[in-house]
């Protein structure tokens, strides 16, 4: 379940990742540590994110997650980009990664299967397709818990 306050931080956190040619590609807070984390995960689509940009990234968002009070007391910002083993959210990242080797994981077993491991061929409003061996194979996208890159393969 998402935190309530993801909403709000996204919006503040996408003009700053956008006005230095960035865009954020995911935020977690965790609620569970003391103080909370609040990662957000950026990515340069031009090439590798750089330390810079995470650097730059989390001054202006420290000051504006500050200024607007939104997180209401004390937490820890961290500002990353995501590995090779990240899950994969946005159309876009749907289409760049169109051929790679993904791992698809369901909420309950689809056609006896929680995992499905394939070359991942696109996804649509019903449903994310993978190639499993030269096999077809369309996964209902209400079932899908997760859909991250396969590192090992």
């Known amino acids: 379940m998402t935190h309530p306050l993801i909403p709000q931080i996204i919006n503040l956190a996408t003009?700053?990742?956008?006005?230095?040619?960035?865009?954020?590609?995911?935020?977690?807070?965790?609620?569970?540590?003391?103080p909370p984390v609040l990662r957000v995960d950026i990515r340069n689509s031009q090439g590798e994110t750089s330390l810079d940009d995470c650097e730059a990234v989390s001054r202006a968002l420290e000051a504006v997650l500050d200024e607007s009070q939104v997180m209401g007391g004390s937490y820890v910002l961290e500002i990353s980009s995501p590995g090779i083993s990240r899950q994969l959210h946005s159309d876009r990242e749907f289409i760049s990664f169109k051929g790679f080797a993904v791992i698809v994981t369901t909420e309950i077993p689809y056609l006896d299967h929680k995992e499905w491991r394939g070359q991942l061929q696109g996804r649509d409003e019903s449903a994310v397709y993978i190639n499993q061996k030269g096999r077809a194979i369309a996964i209902p996208r209400e079932l899908i818990a997760k859909v991250q890159l396969d590192e090992h393969r």
């Not at 990742?17 to 954020?24: I, K, N, Q, S, T």
């Open 15 to 34: 003009p700053i990742a956008e006005d230095r040619g960035l865009e954020v590609v995911d935020v977690v807070f965790q609620t569970n540590k003391r």
